[in-house]
């Protein structure tokens, strides 16, 4: 059975979790004036704010730039989000909800915008479908290692992130060669 199919009532009854649900649906409940049922109802809530969030965010960063610019603007703006919001990113992480077109809406104009960015930068079709999940990992890598300190020899997670992100933009030629191939 899948972990949405409980009600909130019923996690709210369960362990440690009590809290963390509590708390989220006291959130969610203060920003709607509803108090959602279902688990379905808040991952819904969370990565449509997410999603609505993280694409503001983005094309705020990417203001006034094109092409290797804008897309190191946007990793830094997306390594940002995922720092100051890391709930509401790792919502806007998830694969949308196939019964909910909101949902789909909105994980697919993010998409759009990320690919329209490697676009920019000369990548198409599957070499920018596969660009764009190395840099969702690179990013997601990044700010997991950051919250939990776990890279030795780092003395600036900043920096260590703009050189990593020098080295995927850089490489991008790669993943262009390789979609001609393919």
């Not at 997410?50 to 603007?73: I, N």
């Not at 329209?116 to 920018?128: M, N, S, T, V, Y």
Request: charged share 25%.
């Amino acid at each position: 059975m899948e972990s949405y199919a409980y009600s909130l009532d019923e996690i709210l009854a369960m362990s440690w979790d009590k809290k963390l649900a509590n708390d989220l649906a006291q959130e969610i409940g203060s920003a709607t004036g509803d108090k959602p049922d279902t688990v379905l109802e808040m991952r819904r809530f969370l990565a449509l704010k997410g999603y609505r969030e993280l694409l503001d965010r983005v094309s705020e960063a990417c203001r006034g730039k094109s092409g290797d610019q804008a897309l190191s603007a946007v990793a830094h703006a997306i390594r940002r989000y995922a720092l100051e919001r890391p709930a509401l990113s790792a919502a806007a992480f998830q694969t949308a909800a196939v019964d909910c077109p909101e949902w789909r809406e909105a994980h697919e104009r993010l998409h759009i915008f990320m690919i329209d960015r490697f676009a920019e930068c000369g990548l198409f079709g599957k070499a920018a479908e596969n660009a764009l999940n190395m840099l969702r990992s690179l990013v997601r890598g990044y700010m997991l290692h950051e919250i939990m300190h776990t890279l030795i020899g780092v003395d600036s997670y900043e920096d260590a992130f703009d050189k990593a992100v020098e080295v995927f933009v850089a490489g991008l030629p790669i993943f262009a060669s390789a979609g001609r191939n393919s």
